[in-house]
């Protein structure tokens, strides 16, 4: 069964705003006079930009890239799931339930 239209937009969404993120780190790198490292912590609860004493990357900017990003993404779940319980003319018993 293909990927329903909303959820197919929501996650192509959800890739561009990650790929702003990218772009963004790579035009504040390329700026400076060095490159912020960037690594997910182990538990891949979050991620760590690391720059010299000092120097501040605009990490509030890119937090919300990251939000709306993994906000979309969770939307296209919820999105293909509500396809799934309505296909061939299907009605959830609770619709408010309906979700990833």
Same mark, same amino acid.
Request: aromatic fraction near 12%.
């Given at each position: 069964?293909?990927?329903?239209?909303?959820?197919?937009?929501?996650?192509?969404?959800?890739?561009?705003?990650?790929?702003? &993120? !990218?772009?963004?780190?790579?035009?504040? +790198? @390329?700026?400076?006079?060095?490159? *912020? $490292?960037?690594?997910? #912590? =182990?538990? %891949?609860?979050?991620?760590?930009?690391?720059?010299?004493?000092?120097?501040?990357?605009?990490?509030?900017?890119?937090? &919300? !890239?990251?939000?709306?990003?993994?906000? +979309? @993404?969770?939307?296209?779940?919820? *999105? $293909?799931?509500?396809? #799934? =319980?309505? %296909?061939?003319?299907?009605?959830?018993?609770?619709?408010?339930?309906?979700?990833?």
């Amino acid at each position: 069964m293909p990927m329903s239209q909303w959820a197919r937009q929501k996650l192509t969404r959800s890739w561009w705003l990650f790929s702003e &993120l !990218l772009g963004r780190v790579d035009a504040w +790198n @390329a700026a400076g006079e060095f490159t *912020a $490292e960037v690594q997910v #912590l =182990a538990d %891949r609860t979050a991620l760590e930009f690391l720059t010299p004493a000092g120097f501040r990357p605009p990490v509030s900017e890119w937090a &919300l !890239l990251v939000g709306d990003a993994v906000h +979309n @993404a969770r939307s296209a779940l919820d *999105a $293909e799931i509500w396809h #799934l =319980a309505h %296909r061939d003319d299907g009605k959830p018993t609770n619709p408010t339930r309906v979700a990833f």
